[in-house]
């Protein structure tokens, strides 16, 4: 299957602090990825899909200026919680959609503590 | 009206024995896909299993298979011979429409434990 990538897998940053995060599919190309937000003991909450050179579809209720994403190659999406506050503590998923699959695959995750 | 529905929050299933787990869901789309990923406590999403709306054929993936009642939109998961390293939580997907561009809505997952 294809593989995807995340990083960093964990971080802790201050309140008011910008976090990147970035996720790549390691070997095919993905003109969509999606960004997902998960609660523990929670369902995943699609935040926003990623389009290669184009901007970000965001989901009802996610703040674009808040969580911006940029996926400027094929290959890399990159999500930025910015002004980071502890309720923006979470574990984040990317997955991307290679053409010639029916699923999507997913990164392994990034948990995010902010302090 | 949710789009996905698990309804069993949690699950006990002794090793060896098979277990179902249930996902119904709602669309009107004529074309639609419908998945099942694994959770383990390590957070990664593994991927389990694919049926297509048009499919006449359950899914099967070795031990995972997919019974697919498309008159009563469900779409459940039957893990045969569990092991203790089925203990998971598992999600049932769906994606609607043609494309396989599309959005994924998940359910709210069961917990799955294997007992010794």
């Known amino acids: 299957g294809a593989v995807v990538s995340q990083h960093p897998s964990w971080v802790i940053c201050k309140s008011g602090t910008s976090v990147k995060i970035e996720c790549r599919s390691l070997?095919?190309?993905?003109?969509?990825m999606f960004w997902y937000r998960q609660f523990p003991k929670q369902s995943l909450m699609l935040m926003a899909t990623?389009?290669?050179?184009?901007?970000?579809?965001?989901e009802q209720g996610v703040e674009k200026d808040k969580f911006l994403i940029n996926h400027a190659s094929l290959t890399l999406s990159t999500l930025t919680v910015t002004s980071a506050h502890p309720e923006d503590s979470s574990f984040y998923i990317c997955s991307a959609l290679p053409s010639s699959y029916n699923e999507q695959f997913f990164g392994p995750g990034t948990r995010l503590t902010v302090l | 009206a949710q789009k996905i529905t698990q309804t069993q929050p949690g699950m006990f299933v002794q090793e060896k024995e098979a277990v179902t787990l249930d996902c119904t869901y709602d669309?009107?789309?004529?074309?639609?896909?419908l998945f099942w990923y694994k959770q383990p406590s390590s957070g990664e999403m593994i991927f389990l299993i694919y049926?297509?709306?048009?499919?006449?054929q359950n899914a099967t993936e070795g031990r995972y298979s997919l019974n697919f009642q498309k008159a009563r939109k469900s779409a459940n998961l039957v893990i045969s011979a569990s092991q203790l390293g089925d203990s998971a939580m598992y999600f049932c997907?769906?994606?609607?429409?043609?494309?396989?561009?599309?959005?994924?809505?998940f359910g709210d997952g069961t917990t799955l434990t294997v007992k010794p």
């Open positions: 049926q297509g709306s048009y499919d006449q």
């Open positions: 669309t009107s789309d004529p074309s639609y896909g």
């Open positions: 990623s389009n290669e050179g184009s901007k970000a579809t965001y």
């Open positions: 070997d095919f190309q993905a003109t969509t």
């Open positions: 997907a769906m994606r609607e429409g043609p494309s396989n561009a599309g959005k994924s809505t």
